[in-house]
Every structure is written in C-alpha cells, then in structure tokens.
C-alpha cells in the first residue's frame, strides 16, 4: 500500500510489545514480587512497576531495589536480575492479556499483505513464549527482543536489525510504539511513520514526541494504513 505522505509503498509494520501490543505489567509485578520476597523485602505495586517498564530487565529489576532499599553491589544485582529472568519467564502470560483489538487489527494488516515485525527491549525468551502464549506469534516474520543486539531502544540498532530480517527499507515501514523510546528508536532508523497507541507505559507526555499520530486504539492501525 502506499503511504499518501511518502513516495515509496508501506510493506511491513513493525510493534513494540509490551504496552503496545500487550498488557504485561501485572505479570511483571509478580515476578517482582516473588524475587523481593526471596530477597526479605517489601513488594511494589502496580502503578510503580508501569513506570518501571519500558527499558528493559536489567533497567526494571534495578528500579524494583532501588525502590525496595537501595541497589546492592554490583554481583548481588546481577544475581537479582537472573533470578528475575527465571521467575517471570517460567510464565510470562499467566495475568497479560492482548489490548482490545490487536488480534484482529494484526490479522487485517497480514491479509493485505504487509510484513509484520516486533521490536522489543524484553528478552527474547520471554517474548518468543509470551506471544506464543497469546496465541500472535505466528502473525510475525520477524521478532527481535533486548538482548537480539547489543543495544536496545532507544539505539536504533534493533530496529534496523528487525527490518533488515523483514527484508524491508526503513523508508517502507512503519513503526507502533507507546513511549519515548520507541519514537527515539524508530525515528533514528529513519522509518516513514511513527505512530503511538493511546495507551501503555509512556513516562512522557505523548503530545511533545515527534511522531506521525496518535491512534484512537489500536483497532484504529487499519484505516490509518488503509487496509
């Protein structure tokens, strides 16, 4: 399909996860939770653990200590983090569910052709088993996750790295993020449109990122795309 606003045709739509494509913060606290009962600590809530998102594990066990009473050394945390990775990905999807409309909206872009990728700052083992899990994995070409690549959102290296997968130009995609970092990532990659769901774990307001638009939800992608 050609996008009206570039010259060249959009093939491929590339998604953030978490936030995006699926709620995942409540199996999150969990996994959370059960590590800082280990560790003798206090649990967090909900509300915290959506500000923590958005970063990756490393990024997200860290805020949970400092939150909790302070970041150990540096070996300690390193265990902490790997103990985190063994708890959430036992059962990633267990109290994740898919946003309103994602499944079908997915289904509507497939069929008209376009290839369709995921960009996440998760780990790949917990990614591939979440969406597996919630029954869109094999809506997707191509899937990249935190530690695909040596840097994670915002460094546009993962995004480069899924479209080149996707055999695709950045120029030909377009990206659906819900935060800073996925506009940062997508926009450094040079993609045609960079467009944010209303919803997620964005800890700026949406207004003042440089993206292409807001969607009214996520079943919304469609006419946007005119599928």
Do not use: W
């Amino acid at each position: 399909m050609t996008d009206p606003l570039n010259r060249r045709p959009i093939r491929a739509v590339a998604f953030d996860l978490d936030g995006t494509l699926v709620d995942s913060a409540a199996d999150l606290m969990h996994a959370s939770n059960a590590l800082l009962a280990e560790l003798g600590r206090p649990p967090v809530d909900l509300p915290a653990v959506r500000s923590f998102i958005g970063d990756g594990a490393p990024k997200l066990v860290e805020r949970v200590l400092a939150a909790t009473g302070g970041r150990p050394a540096p070996e300690e945390e390193a265990r902490c983090l790997q103990r985190f990775l063994a708890l959430y990905e036992a059962d990633p999807s267990a109290h994740s569910a898919l946003y309103p409309g994602v499944a079908d909206t997915l289904g509507r872009l497939a069929a008209a052709g376009l290839r369709l990728g995921v960009c996440t700052n998760k780990p790949m083992g917990a990614t591939v088993r979440l969406l597996d899990d919630l029954g869109i994995a094999g809506r997707f070409a191509a899937v990249v996750g935190g530690d695909s690549y040596p840097t994670r959102k915002p460094s546009p290296e993962p995004v480069l790295g899924l479209l080149e997968r996707l055999g695709v130009a950045p120029a030909e995609a377009v990206f659906v993020g819900d935060n800073e970092h996925d506009v940062a990532a997508s926009r450094a990659a040079g993609v045609a449109r960079v467009l944010l769901v209303p919803y997620g774990y964005a800890r700026v307001p949406l207004d003042g990122l440089p993206h292409d638009g807001i969607l009214d939800g996520f079943a919304d992608l469609a006419g946007r795309l005119s599928c």
